[in-house]
């Protein structure tokens, strides 16, 4: 029963393909219209999925990844804070907590010998796993890791502009960089930042947070880091506020302890994208409803040359239903037809590097081709397919045979 039930579906859909394959250049102008509509349903999902990824990478970069706690102590008066002992009560209250990624940060300058002379520079201040929370992004060689803590030469990150003043040089030939003042020595270039744009020109050396306190009897004063903590999104909401409360036991009221959410996650609710998806999406949608619309009056100027061949099949025992579906269906696989080809198009073209680079430059984890997108766009190009056939196939079925004898 249940084939005797889908013969008849199938034979529609191949007597649709065949009058597609006669009557293909009628109905080409207005299937290209559908496939790249089609396809730019399609790139509008693709590339939304693309620039929520891009914009989450450059979030991670400024405020950490979903979910970075960021601890800070500040005075309440005069009395400046004892940075040492403070690291050392952050890190007795981590080690109870067993954090898998936690990072020292702390901005300042430092002199750098360039071939002009020394010269004044920005310097991040950091231990290995910023470069995880906060998915810094490698140009040339490699980020820190803890085992550069024991190279004879310390190592450091620099900027892709520093990298230029330097001369470019290879990180295989393992350059190296002068500092000077109480950090004075050679320093072993190991990794390159790229720049941010062409706008980009910041001169900035990452230093090991231990190779700078090192050289030094105390911090100087003024100095000021931060404590951060990766934590998924489930965790945080348990353990932000236990930990506030053991990093504030023991201290006087003098000092305030500050533990908040710096990810963007936590300040932005909502998708930043969904704006962009429903303007581009309304816009192509608006074009795929012109393309049906132009396969509409196709068809129906189609139907009045066919209207003996509809005629002599009704004489022949065609039911009006078969002739419905038949001519519906004659729509339904062109459209779906154009649309496949919008769609493989745009999924070509969404692997290729210089597009990937073109819609978000310097994203390091492409996400794959969303199959949200592609089932949208065929969907899409069926319903379109089945408006469009809607009208055609309702005058198709009124034919009567009697008509295949007037024309």
Known sequence: MARAGIAPFVGAIGEAWDEL??????????LIGVALAVGALTA????????????????????GREATLTIAQYPNGNE???????????????????FSHTSRSAQTELLAGLPEGMTMVQARIVDPAF????????EHGRWFVPADTELMAPAVVISAPLWERLGSPSISTHPTVRIGGAWEGVYQVVGVTPKQGVWDQELRIDMLFDDFRAPMDALPTGFSMQHEVWLTAAQVGEIAPVLAQDLRAGLTEEFTVEVRRSDYGAQMGGDPMLVFTLITGAIAGIVLLLGGLGLVNIQLVAMRQRIREIGVRRSFG???GRIFLAVMLENVVATLVAGAVGIIIVVVLMQQTFVVQGLAPGISDVPPFPFAAALTGLVA??????IAGLIPALVAVRVKPIDAIRF
């Open 381 to 386: 190009a069926v319903g379109v397919g089945a």
């Open 44 to 63: 509008v999902v693709a590339i939304g999925d693309l620039q929520r990824q891009f914009m989450a990478e450059m979030n991670d970069r400024w405020g």
């Open 80 to 98: 400046p804070i004892d940075q040492d002992a403070w690291n050392a009560h952050v890190e007795r209250v981590f080690e109870r907590y067993d």
């Open 21 to 30: 394959r006669v009557h293909k250049l009628r109905v080409l102008l207005s």
């Open 131 to 138: 470069g995880t929370i906060h998915r810094v992004n490698i």
């Open 318 to 320: 065609a039911t009006g």
